[in-house]
């Protein structure tokens, strides 16, 4: 079987290849559907392969980049980035990346670098996880009681409306997104999700999509879209400076990227199809599975955690695939219905 097996040249380790194109395919897939570059699945998934951590987050630097322009484009296309405020929060993004980087790298010589992200990524999974389900029981409560909040509907975590009162000048309105706040927002959370994303090798679309809906105040759709252009440029960012810092397996990068070449346009699809609080629950549930697995990773259940991590991929690939082949055929339904009648 060591045809199934593929030689890193730089991080001199032998890598199950199937297993990076379920990867890049199905976080092509997820990432285009969630608003992220799937980096948050991506990292735990290459160390739990077998590559070493510093490794893992900078390949996965340099997948997430080459991945999001494509679903940036499509998205794009769908009215649904937000380019004033992506531009807006790029500052705090690439001072945040570059501190990240630089902790990662501290650690590594200290030789803590493995265990340290592993727990605080679990840290991280189980805050936004709570995030997600909090608000969407507070949500359907509110619901259930008949409440609503304005236009939007109804809402569960509503802190944006708390932040928005800071008029710390510049103020800044966002057309797209329906948004005004002072410039200052947008520009502080990209900086601390920047710093995550360089620290824990994600392009920060794990933070910063729900950060831009509860922090910021955006629409689901433009919250995916906007993100998935902070993605790309702070992951060509993080990819250029790991790259510098010797830690990119390109073999990895471009066995992923063919997979999730096709992966990100059924995502980037999906979207159109799915509820606003459906997206976040499978979020939600995409988000604990990874958790788990990074836990087993780090008490050494190396072949629990594979499976759970790939496992949870598969899985979620399947369903927003379902989405999208059910949506589109009744799309294409309704359309025939519509030149019948005609």
């Known amino acids: ?51 070493p951590m510093a490794f893992a987050i900078g390949t996965d630097m340099a ?11 499509r998205h794009s296309k769908f009215g649904n980035v ?20 630089q902790i990662v790298m501290w650690l590594e010589r200290i030789g803590l670098v493995g265990s340290v992200v592993r727990w605080v990524y679990v840290g991280f999974l189980a805050l936004i996880a709570w995030m997600v389900f909090y608000d969407y029981a ?28 800071i008029n710390i000048p510049p103020m800044m309105h966002f057309p797209h ?12 959370v990209s900086m601390v999700t920047g710093m ?3 620290f824990l090798g994600i392009g920060g679309g794990l933070l ?18 906007t993100d998935l252009f902070e993605v790309m440029i702070s992951g060509l960012y993080g990819a250029f400076t790991f790259a510098m810092k010797g830690r990119i397996e ?28 459906g997206i976040r629950v499978a979020f939600g549930l995409a988000v604990l599975a990874c958790m788990v697995s990074i836990i087993l990773k780090q008490f050494k259940f190396n072949a629990p955690a594979a499976v759970i991590i790939l496992g949870a991929i598969a899985a979620i690939c399947l369903w927003i695939m379902k989405i999208m082949f059910q949506g589109a055929a009744q799309e294409l339904r309704e359309k025939k219905a519509g030149a019948g009648q005609a």
């Open 208 to 225: 910063r999509m729900p950060a831009l809906i509860y922090l910021i105040g955006c629409p689901t759709h433009i919250s995916v879209g």
């Open 1 to 51: 079987m060591e045809w199934l097996y593929m030689h890193m040249p730089i991080s001199g380790v032998n890598i199950f290849w199937p297993g990076l194109v379920l990867i890049g395919f199905s976080v092509g897939v997820i990432g285009g559907f969630f608003g992220m570059g799937g980096a948050w699945m991506v990292t735990p998934g290459l160390n739990i392969l077998g590559f």
């Open 250 to 277: 390109m073999v990895a990068v471009f066995v992923m990227l063919t997979g999730a070449a096709i992966g990100a346009q059924i995502g980037t699809i999906a979207t159109k199809y799915a509820k606003g609080y």
């Open 177 to 188: 997104a329906g948004i005004t706040c002072s410039a200052w927002l947008p520009i502080m």
């Open 196 to 198: 995550l994303a360089g």
């Open 138 to 165: 507070k949500a359907v409560g509110k619901k259930k009681k008949g409440l609503t909040d304005g236009e939007h509907g109804t809402e569960g975590v509503t802190w944006y409306k708390t932040l928005h009162k």
């Open 63 to 73: 997948h997430i980049a080459g991945k999001s322009m494509i679903s940036t484009v």
């Open 82 to 101: 937000d380019y004033k405020l992506g531009i807006v929060m790029l500052a705090g993004t690439m001072v945040g990346i570059e501190i990240g980087a």
